[in-house]
């Protein structure tokens, strides 16, 4: 329980008086914090719907769906205003069942205007999430691997563990990662024709260099490359049909990452900004992002499998490794291994109260 002292006069008769938590009929959330890169990650160890749903026996891309149609207000609560913001990013931990599917836990993806397919930065802050919080039933040292069930499919993050805490940096392995389309002439309104590449890294991106815009990733005004980024992605959307060789569910465009145009290998780093979901903009050199532009990389011939390669983010600095670990199927896909540095920032007790107006939030950007 929370507790608030009374002032400093001992006369008050308020001194040691508990707060009120939350009225009887109100939402209570607990969360861990986190961060990757400086991109947030509002971890829900355990959501009672999510828990039910889990225990019927639904698969995570059914638990998905369900929880997007009936338990939306949590997401609303926790991401929008006045308890997240508009860069805010969210991870419901879901234990057991046939969502988990023999994983140490799944995962389901919460953002500012709904549910992604998968997030490399939560996953290397849910892996050491799951260490710290007795998650993985016996971790090893000086590294343990944390099985992760995400709605894209199995993903297992790499963590240091000395015996008594997890530390940095964490990696993971992907899905198997693929090209989608290169060199694809997008028409994009008020930009005229540039041509992009489609990745699927977890979930599906657009990548061209921000020159093509008349921008530069490093030095142009965020709000400038944001708009052409989202401009890009509805052009894209309109213009090229998406399709997933395993789930019709994972066919959508995520996002629009623009590059310094630096895609042949090189020791420096090649810097770039995502905007994904509702123009939300990762602070980190995107995870998933990675993983889709080193498979775009291999499949061009620009890189070899463990050459590896660091990746900045244009808003941050923060810099993410990636590198093609293995090729995998008939379907030139390749594993990628992304590495990078998360860190806590606290943890929180939410309350909702019925009677307020706003207790769902409010998204204003």
């Not at 329980?1 to 508990?18: E, F, V, Y």
């Not at 710290?132 to 590294?143: I, N, Q």
């Not at 810097?271 to 775009?296: K, M, W, Y």
Request: with cysteine; charged share 20%; proline share 5%.
């Amino acid at each position: 329980t929370m507790a608030a002292q009374g002032g400093g006069d001992s006369d008050s008769g308020g001194a040691g008086r508990a707060l009120p938590l939350h009225s009887p009929s109100g939402m209570v959330l607990q969360t861990v914090e986190m961060h990757t890169g400086g991109e947030p990650l509002r971890i829900i160890p355990r959501l009672e719907a999510a828990e039910r749903a889990a225990a019927a026996g639904l698969s995570l891309l059914s638990l998905r769906r369900e929880l997007a149609a009936r338990h939306d207000h949590v997401r609303r609560a926790l991401m929008h205003e006045p308890r997240g913001h508009a860069g805010m990013y969210g991870a419901v931990v879901v234990r057991g069942g046939r969502a988990a599917d023999g994983a140490h836990l799944a995962v389901l993806f919460l953002h500012c205007a709904g549910y992604s397919a998968m997030c490399g930065h939560a996953v290397m802050a849910l892996g050491r999430f799951a260490l710290d919080y007795g998650l993985v039933p016996a971790p090893t040292r000086p590294e343990t691997a944390v099985r992760l069930r995400c709605p894209c499919g199995p993903v297992t993050a790499f963590v240091p563990w000395d015996g008594r805490r997890s530390g940095n940096p964490v990696r993971f392995h992907s899905v198997p990662a693929f090209a989608a389309a290169t060199d694809l002439a997008i028409d994009v309104p008020g930009h005229g024709k540039v041509v992009v590449d489609i990745g699927y890294g977890g979930t599906f991106y657009a990548f061209l260099s921000a020159e093509q815009l008349g921008l530069d990733v490093c030095s142009s005004k965020t709000r400038d490359l944001v708009s052409a980024a989202s401009a890009v992605t509805e052009a894209v959307k309109k213009q090229f049909k998406l399709h997933h060789p395993e789930s019709e569910d994972l066919a959508f465009l995520y996002g629009t990452i623009l590059t310094d145009g630096k895609d042949a290998f090189s020791e420096e780093p090649t810097t770039n900004i995502c905007v994904f979901a509702d123009e939300q903009v990762d602070r980190s050199p995107t995870g998933s992002g990675v993983t889709a532009r080193i498979a775009l990389q291999y499949h061009k011939g620009l890189i070899q499998l463990d050459q590896s390669r660091t990746f900045q983010s244009s808003t941050t600095g923060s810099l993410f490794t990636g590198k093609a670990e293995a090729t995998f199927g008939n379907y030139n896909a390749v594993i990628v291994e992304v590495s990078g540095e998360a860190f806590y920032t606290g943890t929180a007790t939410f309350t909702v109260e019925e009677e307020d107006p706003l207790k769902h939030g409010f998204f204003f950007k």
